[in-house]
């Protein structure tokens, strides 16, 4: 997992608290909890959250500044924190799970769930978590307009019969084979989705409205998860 120090839409976010502890602690947990994370491993370029990650039981890979970036994505982060660590302990990896610090509402079984099928069916190259949604989505178009993504003829209905869509949310689990991490992907072209019907993996924590809405689910709602 990365996190950098230098957030601008929320300063300093991966180290606040949520739920009495701080963000990234909250991953941390879930991939120790997961049961197939052998090596819970950070990527940050800030020594509080490296110190706050290995309090939590996390190891770290401090990265570089040109990986910390706020435009620089997560696959050469991932791809330089996979090199360093298996540099450092003569080790190689057959399998990278991407979790997202932000993305605070995942399950450990989703983790679990995500590794277990990639390891089972050798002809995937991933495996991530996905949101369920019946919604129609509409992309503006060259000329200005508006046209609908995925079958404009598409008729509308109910939602219990219409044809859903996912959302991609690698930042809630994603399994990956460490060959395609190596070569700068963070998904390769083979998938299996893990489908997730909780409405709450809609809350990624990037302003200080993300972070008071999460923490007020966290603490407060009792009820189902979806």
């Known amino acids: 997992m990365g996190a950098r120090g230098g957030s601008k839409g929320l300063p300093r976010k991966n180290v606040l608290s949520v739920g009495g502890k701080p963000l990234i602690a909250h991953t941390i947990a879930h991939a120790k909890a997961s049961g197939v994370c052998d090596v819970v491993l950070v990527s940050t370029e800030d020594k509080e ?12 890979v401090m990265r570089p500044p040109e990986l910390a970036g706020d ?4 696959e050469p982060m991932v791809q330089h924190a996979l090199a360093a660590y298996e540099s450092e302990h003569t080790l190689t990896f057959d399998i990278v799970v991407y ?3 932000t993305d605070l509402f995942r399950k450990p079984e989703t983790i679990r769930e995500c590794v277990e099928r990639l390891a089972a069916n050798p002809n995937l190259d991933s495996v991530f978590a996905a949101y369920e949604t019946h919604k129609n989505f509409w992309r503006r178009s060259p000329d200005g307009g508006f046209v609908r993504v995925w079958r404009p003829e598409l008729d509308y209905g109910p939602r219990q019969t219409a ?3 996912y959302r991609e949310d690698t930042g809630i689990a994603c399994a990956t084979r460490a060959p395609i991490v190596r070569s700068g992907r963070r998904i390769g072209p083979r998938v299996d989705i893990v489908v997730s019907e909780d409405f709450r993996t809609s809350i990624d924590i990037h302003t200080a409205f993300d972070l008071w809405l999460a923490d007020k689910v966290l603490v407060e709602w009792k009820g189902e998860a979806s």
């Open 49 to 60: 959250i490296a110190d706050i990650a290995r309090r939590y039981g996390a190891e770290v």
């Open 163 to 165: 044809e859903h869509l």
């Open 71 to 74: 435009r620089v994505p997560a």
């Open 99 to 101: 979790l997202q610090v």
